[in-house]
């Protein structure tokens, strides 16, 4: 059974960094071709962030947080890591790792979720 589980995350201030990893567990790479970060704020929508895939390393940016975040992965500890710099107020979410059969910004292909991270930014 898949299952991933988010870690760091928290409070930052404006124009700060903070860092996200992801864990997964029970995953094989024919199975999961690539992992992605998505974010919900209150009252909106889950909206995606990054993507990435695990053999190549391409990766994939949401245009409002290229420049900012970078988004790796480490295929030997099945980690992923998502690093968020001149964060801004409008980062604050909720953010969820998910893992999937293509890189793609639709959240309907991510076949696995977790629980989800809370990040804050203060202004």
């Known amino acids: 059974q898949v299952q991933l589980l988010e870690s760091g995350g928290g409070m930052g201030q404006t124009g700060g960094s903070l860092r996200l990893s992801c864990a997964v567990s029970?995953?094989?790479?024919?199975?999961?071709?690539?992992m992605g970060w998505f974010r919900q704020a209150p009252g909106k929508e889950r909206e995606f962030v990054a993507a990435?895939?695990?053999?190549?390393?391409?990766?994939f940016l949401a245009d409002s947080v290229k420049g900012r975040f970078t988004i790796s992965r480490d295929n030997v500890k099945s980690t992923m890591s998502l690093q968020m710099n001149i964060l801004k107020p409008e980062d604050t979410a909720v953010y969820y790792c998910?893992?999937?059969?293509?890189?793609?910004?639709?959240?309907?292909?991510?076949?696995?979720w977790g629980q989800g991270i809370q990040v804050t930014v203060s202004s």
């Open positions: 990435i895939k695990w053999s190549e390393g391409n990766t």
């Open positions: 029970g995953h094989t790479f024919n199975q999961y071709e690539a």
């Open positions: 998910a893992i999937g059969g293509r890189l793609t910004p639709r959240s309907d292909l991510y076949d696995h």
